[in-house]
């Protein structure tokens, strides 16, 4: 019986290591496969968005924008398809940005009301549950002040990028009189300002989704993220670059070619992606918080 004690206990301990060196290589997904990823998961779930979507284009039309979106009568310039093309995406584009600009208000409201019921309804389809609209706008909204909290935390954390882009700015555009070896010492600081709120956001960006869980408080959820992403911060941090840039690139390759065929439609397409970034980008992003936890 001893004998058997004394092999079965180090047996235990090796398999214990294995297990957990394993869990800490584990590899992440790489950003085109978490895009693609969770652009499948909307299309597969598309009666359920599709119904918040058009929840969310009614409020932006009636409170934003108005009717005003297919009302783009600017000239097409350009004596090629590419600059046609590029012409109707620019008028579609600045349209949709003049809107924006009149009622940001209002925006950030339906923004943050629409974002927590399409995080619940991702909550709950990935724990294949049953989910209905009214359930994402009335469970989904229970969790607003801890979320809110993180998302002013996430704001203040912006403050150092601001003030080293101004600064950069200033040194690099600015003042023209001073020689490049001072507006390398300037980019010094700057850069070090930059890394500070990257190096912040990486984690509170994920605090947000930890945030919504239930009964989770603000800092808790902060705490939370910050030990999910140790170790894995550069790699989160080029995910979370790499969206803007899919996003981008996701709009221009649809709105082109309509932009090209049916110009009167470009505006309306790009106001539907518009909305639409917004739940692609908590797609990702849960994507993103379910790959580390």
């Known amino acids: 019986m001893r004998r058997q004690k004394t092999k079965s206990a180090p047996k235990k301990q090796k398999s214990t290591r294995v297990n957990k060196s394993s869990i800490a290589e584990k590899t992440m997904d790489g950003v085109f496969v978490m895009f693609k990823d969770s652009l499948v998961f909307i299309f597969r779930n598309w009666k359920i968005f599709t119904a918040i979507l058009g929840v969310y284009a009614l409020l932006d039309i009636f409170f934003v924008s108005g009717l005003n979106i297919g009302n783009s009568s600017k000239v097409v310039i350009g004596n090629n398809i590419l600059s046609k093309g590029i012409s109707v995406f620019n008028n579609a584009t600045s349209t949709a940005s003049t809107i924006n600009s009149n009622s940001g208000i209002y925006q950030t409201i339906f923004g943050i009301i629409i974002s927590l019921a399409v995080i619940y309804v991702i909550r709950q389809l990935y724990a294949n549950k049953e989910v209905t609209i009214s359930d994402a706008f009335y469970k ?120 090209l065929i049916i110009p009167v439609l470009a505006p309306w397409l790009y106001f539907v992606f518009e909305l639409l970034i917004l739940f692609i980008t908590h797609s990702y992003l849960y994507r993103l918080y379910r790959e580390l936890i």
């Not at 555009?173 to 010094?188: C, D, E, Q, R």
């Not at 700057?190 to 239930?214: K, Q």
């Not at 992403?229 to 941090?237: D, S």
Request: hydrophobic share 60%; with cysteine; net charge positive.
């Open 140 to 259: 989904g909204m229970y969790p607003i002040i801890p979320s809110l909290i993180v998302l002013l935390i996430i704001v203040i954390q912006f403050i150092p990028l601001m003030i080293g882009s101004f600064v950069l700015a200033y040194f690099l555009h600015g003042i023209s009189s001073i020689g490049i070896f001072v507006k390398i010492l300037a980019a010094i600081p700057c850069l070090a300002l930059f890394y500070w709120s990257f190096y912040m956001l990486s984690s509170s960006v994920i605090a947000y989704y930890v945030s919504t869980l239930p009964d989770m408080k603000p800092m808790q959820a902060i705490k939370s993220a910050k030990e999910v992403v140790e170790g894995k911060r550069l790699k989160v941090f080029w995910r979370l670059i790499a969206l803007p840039i899919a996003l981008s690139i996701l709009i221009f390759v649809v709105v082109f070619p309509v932009g």
